[in-house]
């Protein structure tokens, strides 16, 4: 099992463009999410898919989109990069669906930075 | 809405202290928590969690009591070592909608020998 892979590990973009964070897993899990990491904030919660075909906002949505088309793959798409995207993006996903005790197991990052 | 509140760092001990990182939280219905611990330049796996009111979470001699009274889920762990340092962070999972987790600002730990 590999997990919860991500990639890239870094990544340098120019305000304006796009790009998509792949995460995949291998764990057959229903749900995924991901999550950004900044100084002193903790990690907040961007978008999350509790299956394939099915998506929902989190905490800081704007700027980004997601789809999942397999229970797999999880991509995040930054449509026009902004100076404020720049983070740590955290992949996530657990079996469950319903949060009560559900271990949730993260890639190992993507570190952006907008220029 | 849902909220985790701990205390910040960085925590600095010598090696054999020990440590407490306090952690209290605001939710509807009966959460889930958890601590999550995060090594340098990795990504977060999970060190403990409890699922209701009077469990302890343990795991690689830390521990955390869910306490409903107080809203606390403090982590201790009676002797650390200097591959304990890390950022630690508390999260809570609200009982009531899907596995999405509410995290506090995170706790690093440094421990020197």
């Known amino acids: 099992n590999a997990g919860v892979t991500q990639t890239p590990k870094f990544q340098v973009l120019k305000t304006g463009q796009s790009m998509t964070l792949q995460c995949a897993q291998d764990m057959n899990h229903e749900y995924m999410s991901w999550y950004r990491q900044d100084p002193g904030m903790g990690l907040r919660l961007i978008h999350y898919s509790v299956g394939a075909g099915i998506t929902d906002q989190g905490e800081v949505p704007n700027g980004y989109n997601v789809s999942r088309s397999t229970t797999e793959d999880f991509p995040l798409r930054l449509l026009s990069a902004a100076p404020s995207q720049t983070s740590v993006y955290f992949c996530?996903?657990?079996?469950?669906?319903?949060?009560?005790?559900?271990?949730?197991?993260f890639g190992p990052g993507t570190r952006l930075l907008v220029l | 809405g849902d909220s985790v509140t701990q205390m910040e760092g960085p925590v600095t001990l010598s090696e054999e202290a020990f440590l407490t990182i306090n952690c209290t939280y605001t939710?509807?219905?009966?959460?889930?928590l958890f601590w999550y611990v995060q090594y340098p330049g990795e990504g977060l796996q999970l060190l403990l969690k409890?699922?209701?009111?009077?469990d302890k979470g343990s795991n690689k001699g830390f521990e955390a009591t869910y306490r409903k009274e107080t809203t606390s889920f403090h982590l201790e762990k009676g002797s650390v070592q200097v591959s304990d340092s890390a950022v630690y962070f508390c999260a809570l999972s609200d009982g009531s909608g899907y596995s999405t987790l509410t995290f506090g600002k995170g706790t690093m730990l440094l421990v020197s020998p």
């Open positions: 996530a996903s657990s079996y469950g669906l319903q949060g009560a005790g559900e271990t949730q197991y």
């Open positions: 409890a699922t209701k009111a009077d």
């Open positions: 939710a509807t219905g009966y959460p889930s």
